[in-house]
């Protein structure tokens, strides 16, 4: 039954992740819900049904458009995959709990946001604001101990990224405030804190890397969010155990 459960995470990892690069890719040019249909962003051609299987359509075409023969960003299957990948393993280390639907809303928050600020370096509101909904429903039902660390985490997200902004002259972006806020409300004020920390050393670490090898230049923009995306999520599945190793080695 576990294999069955885990397959089915799995396609509905792919599946989902199919449409979440849509929302990504569309949600900040606001055409969201204006033309339902999939088509190549080359040559605008119509794309069928056969042609919009997560994964299997990429592989079969080889990564190229039918039509035109352009090759179609890898960006698509590979967040289809980690989708899908992320799906099966919030399943298996969590099961069938409420903490679960928690664990893949998240996955599900981060994956439209990576989609949208690598392709237009947007964190876009309205996915903010969705989820932001979504998680006070959930925290009203599941609160954190005690009840005012949600809102703690909230407060202490917006403040610090609000003056690492101010400091740094614009190191991270407005949609990077908002999201912290998110995380900080989800997570409580110690993983969320643990978020910023992770995030900022490992952004620092690869961009300076780049940097020095001449893959970005200075004063290129630079998407922050896949950054915290991933220590976000380290921190939802072993931020206790990181802050307990951490206290019991440093204290
Ligand atoms: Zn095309």
Request: glycine share 10%.
């Amino acid at each position: 039954m576990t294999l069955f459960y885990s397959l089915y995470f799995l396609m509905l990892g792919f599946t989902l992740g199919s449409f979440f690069n849509v929302v990504g890719l569309r949600l900040p040019k606001g055409v969201l819900f204006k033309d339902e249909r999939s088509y190549c962003p080359h040559c605008y051609h119509t794309l069928r049904w056969f042609e919009l299987i997560p994964l299997i359509s990429f592989m079969l075409q080889r990564g190229k458009c039918r039509h035109c023969q352009k090759c179609i960003s890898p960006l698509y299957p590979i967040m289809e995959t980690v989708n899908g990948i992320m799906f099966v393993l919030c399943y298996s280390l969590i099961g069938f709990q409420v903490e679960l639907f928690l664990a893949l809303a998240f996955i599900s928050l981060f994956h439209i946001i990576l989609v949208s600020d690598f392709v237009y370096m947007v964190i876009p509101d309205k996915v903010l604001l969705t989820f932001f909904c979504l998680f006070i429903v959930y925290r009203l039902y599941v609160p954190l101990a005690p009840w005012w660390n949600a809102l703690l985490g909230g407060f202490i997200g917006i403040a610090l990224t609000a003056a690492i902004i101010l400091l740094s002259n614009g190191g991270m972006g407005g949609g990077d405030m908002k999201l912290f806020g998110l995380i900080g409300f989800v997570l409580g004020w110690k993983l969320l804190l643990l978020t910023l920390f992770l995030s900022t050393l490992t952004g620092a670490l690869i961009s300076s890397v780049l940097l020095m090898t001449g893959v970005i230049k200075r004063d290129q923009p630079f998407p922050f969010g896949p950054f915290i995306a991933i220590s976000a999520v380290s921190s939802f599945f072993s931020g206790n155990i990181i802050i307990g190793w951490y206290v019991q080695t440093f204290f």
